[in-house]
């Protein structure tokens, strides 16, 4: 609502009285015409601008609210990605899988050496099973070893 002064000096020294530019509208610094006081050309955008302004500052205040939950890796220290942290919001927690605590990387190289470990594992395994298959062959054939 805006908000228009006078002067009775000025009303009875302009030679037009209450018509001619006597009135100043409070937030503006020259004297106008009360239509010019009254009326509001740049209100309406100004109005816009403010309001754009503030959905600006609400979107970078929601934003930095965001980035100070986004989860960090435990192991490197980096932020997850937008992708990883949806994958972990959408699937929910695990009970004790530690995994979820890994950055994508992370996850992939933890997989990588666990599947690693296991083939090792299973070679290992089939080495020592050949190893004792030879011994036992090998246990017969002796300058002592039994003939069959």
């Known amino acids: 609502m805006p908000v228009v002064v006078t002067e009775l000096e000025r009303i009875t020294a302009d030679p037009a009285g209450a018509g001619g530019p006597v009135w100043r509208r409070l937030g503006r610094e ?5 239509g ?12 816009l601008v403010q309001w754009r302004e503030a959905k600006r500052r609400q979107a970078e205040r929601e934003a930095a609210k965001k980035e100070a939950q986004r989860p960090v890796c435990t192991r490197c220290g980096a932020k997850f990605t937008d992708e990883r942290w949806q994958y972990l919001l959408g699937r929910g927690r695990s009970w004790g899988d530690r995994t979820d605590e890994l950055c994508g990387p992370c996850w992939d190289e933890h997989f990588a050496r666990l599947e690693a470990e296991r083939v090792a594992r299973r070679q290992a395994e089939e080495d020592a099973a050949r190893e004792a298959a030879e011994a036992e062959v090998k246990k017969g054939r002796g300058l002592f070893g039994r003939r069959r």
């Open 36 to 47: 010019e006081a009254l009326d509001n050309p740049d209100g309406d955008r100004l109005y």
């Open 30 to 34: 020259e004297w106008q015409t009360l």
